[in-house]
């Protein structure tokens, strides 16, 4: 398993939610880690992005609203939710990238999915 992704669960409108995925093996040479999500009856949607150095990038959806960031000594990415809103509600996935170009038209790694369950 390249990447790992833990923290999903149920929450409600407004609460907070925090996501990890750690990465193994050969996708530790990762440049680019991503979170997608991919809600019921919706395509995959790319929420969030973070270089390995650490330069941020968000869909406008969650603009203010999640924070990406990355701890490269523990190979991990996390996604902090807050004021969580319903249409949040998505099995979450996260990436990982070993190209350097930002972002990236495709992913070489991912993670098994985590259940975001926001009620409202």
């Known amino acids: 398993v390249q990447l790992q992704a833990s923290g999903g669960g149920l929450a409600q409108a407004g609460g907070s939610l925090r996501l990890s995925c750690v990465a193994s093996g050969v996708a530790r040479g990762f440049n680019v880690m991503a979170w997608y999500r991919r809600a019921p009856g919706k395509s995959r949607e790319l929420v969030a992005a973070i270089t390995r150095g650490g330069t941020p990038s968000y869909v406008n959806s969650v603009k203010g609203r999640f924070t990406v960031s990355i701890d490269i000594a523990k190979y991990t990415v996390s996604l902090q939710m807050d004021s969580l809103k319903p249409e949040d509600t998505a099995i979450y996935y996260c990436?990982?990238?070993?190209?350097?170009?930002?972002?990236?038209?495709?992913?070489?790694?991912w993670g098994q999915g985590t259940l975001v369950t926001v009620s409202s």
């Open positions: 990436a990982a990238a070993m190209i350097s170009v930002f972002p990236p038209k495709d992913y070489d790694y």
